[in-house]
């Protein structure tokens, strides 16, 4: 079963396609070794007999004879042939059986095969020859052997095998070992991931500090790992604290029920308690959506909305907004708006998240203060500010005042307590994270809530010309 794996895995595969191409590579390289040596050498052996048959058939027929007499002669390694034929074919002298087949009398070279004789021993070879006809009518046929070009071939071939042979057999043997590698790393990713798959979200994917790919891929999933771990801490405590709040208002609108069912003498009392019963389900029912807005916006599904509004409109219809019921509590709502700030976004989403951050300032700020919008660009970035005269967030609730269900009621007490489920700048939050911007909350005296449009800019702490007392601002 582990050598079938072996086999499959992906490291010897490319082990043996690129032994292959190796291999393709080095018989290309023999083929156009062995084709340019057979071309040199046939060439050669061409002009050397061409050159030859023109200078024995150009002379006497005795001078013709002893020419090739003596070229037989000088041929220790018995590559020569030589034949002088008479107009009919007949056989006139030397080691050639009889006029060679389909070889044209033209001065031309050919390849050929004759018969060789030599001493009464007859041999069939293949040879290069050319065929002249001297001036006394004879045909003169002079040839060369050509098994030496085969014998170039045959060294070059066995070169090449006892090259590849070697060659493929390390190719395989590291392939193997680099395969079983990487098998081992991958069975441990494998058990690291069976446990995390058990619910050990807190195992991660090992690492050797190589750099490799194996490597990479391990950190980018122990990232991931990470961010699911915190993601599932988180999600069950919310669970808990959605069971808790609202658990709390339907055991008030229970108790209230069962009071007017036991206590109401007639039926206006009754619509009392009704009508109160039905305020805690509103509160409830707002809580649920409040939270399925939330969950909307974290998984991103209103990304298709997104197009270039201009600040300015979103603030003035937020205070147009809120403006009565700040006159109500005797809040002054002030606006400063760059009318040419823009961005590209989704308008509900943006006027929620002003309004929330409006409604928490309102909402905090006793009556005789005031709460300060501002929208302006800073640093060709721009910059919408909720600064209030409340009391503020203390610097150790402020990672915490994003957190569903979190409430600051008792750094922020408000005149007569507030109603709220914490989930305000929870929504806040999400909608700024899901157009990439940056949330930043400072202290005070008051609190000062800023969003920050695009990315680089620092928290300003000099800005005090919207606000009735300088605020730093610090950077969540």
């Known amino acids: 079963m582990r050598l079938l794996e072996l086999l499959r895995s992906t490291t010897f595969r490319w082990t043996l396609a690129i032994a292959a191409a190796v291999a393709a590579c080095n018989l290309f390289l023999f083929g156009c070794f062995y084709l340019r040596t057979t071309m040199y050498l046939t ?87 050319v065929a002249v006809r001297a001036p006394s009518g004879e045909v003169v046929v002079i040839g060369r052997n050509v098994d030496e070009m085969r014998q ?148 991103g599904r209103r990304l298709a909305a997104m197009d270039t509004i201009r600040l300015s409109d979103i603030l003035h219809a937020v205070v147009e907004l809120y403006e009565p019921i700040a006159e109500d509590k005797g809040v002054r709502l002030h606006l400063m708006a760059d009318d040419m700030a823009s961005i590209r976004g989704d308008r509900d989403l943006i006027f929620e998240a002003v309004a929330n951050l409006v409604d928490n300032a309102v909402k905090f700020t006793p009556p005789g203060g005031a709460v300060r919008i501002a929208v302006r660009d800073q640093g060709a970035v721009p910059v919408i500010r909720v600064a209030d005269t409340g009391p503020g967030i203390p610097p150790e609730e402020r990672e915490n005042v994003v957190r569903r269900f979190y409430r600051s009621d ?27 911007f940056q949330l930043d909350i400072g202290g005070g005296p008051g609190c000062v809530v800023r969003i920050v449009c695009g990315e680089g800019v620092a928290p300003d702490v000099s800005d005090t010309t919207d606000t009735d007392h300088p605020v730093r601002l610090a950077a969540e």
């Open 43 to 129: 060439g050669n052996i061409d002009t050397a007999i061409t050159e030859a048959a023109a200078l024995i058939a150009d002379g006497s027929k005795a001078d013709t004879l002893a020419a090739i007499a003596r070229r037989l002669r000088d041929d220790p390694r018995r590559v020569k042939l030589a034949g002088l034929f008479a107009a009919d074919g007949q056989r006139l002298a030397g080691n050639i059986a009889a006029m060679p087949a389909g070889l044209p009398v033209d001065g031309t070279a050919r390849g050929t095969v004759l018969q060789r004789i030599d001493g009464g021993d007859e041999e069939t070879q293949t040879v290069r020859a």
């Open 152 to 299: 170039v071939a045959n060294t070059v071939g066995r070169g090449i095998v006892l090259q590849l042979v070697p060659g493929l057999i390390l190719a395989l043997v590291l392939g193997a070992w680099l395969s079983v590698r990487a098998q081992r790393r991958v069975e441990e990713m494998r058990t690291q991931a069976s446990r995390i798959m058990s619910g050990e979200l807190q195992a991660r994917l090992p690492m050797r500090q190589s750099r490799d790919s194996l490597d990479r891929l391990a950190i980018i999933v122990n990232r991931m790992l990470d961010e699911i771990e915190m993601l599932v801490r988180a999600l069950a405590g919310v669970g808990d604290d959605i069971a808790h709040d609202i658990r709390t208002p339907l055991t008030r609108v229970r108790a209230m029920l069962e009071r007017g069912r036991d206590a109401a003498r007639d039926l206006g009392e009754l619509q009392a308690v009704t009508d109160r019963a039905i305020a805690g389900l509103d509160q409830s029912l707002a809580m649920i959506t409040a939270l399925l807005r939330i969950a909307e916006i974290d998984h």
């Open 410 to 436: 008792k750094s922020r007490p408000a005149q007569g307590g507030t109603q709220g489920f914490g989930l305000g700048l929870s929504l806040v939050a999400a909608i700024v994270k899901l157009h990439g």
